[in-house]
């Protein structure tokens, strides 16, 4: 997995972080942080994808 970051009001993207995804345990947790994420009314306005 790899985490991008828009830069402001341009195009071009920095990568963040990367996480190596190798058993369906670690998967189910990011998959479950990424849900806690995009359900956080505080963050909707950030540019990370």
Same mark, same amino acid.
């Given at each position: 997995m790899v985490i991008l970051q828009r830069a402001h009001k341009g195009e071009a993207v920095f990568?963040?972080?990367g996480f190596y995804?190798?058993?369906?345990d670690n998967k189910?947790?990011?998959e479950d942080r990424?849900?806690?994420? #995009? #359900?956080?009314?505080?963050?909707?306005?950030c540019a990370w994808f």
């Open positions: 990568l963040v972080t995804i190798d058993k369906n189910k947790t990011h990424y849900e806690a994420y #995009n #359900n956080d009314p505080k963050l909707k306005s």
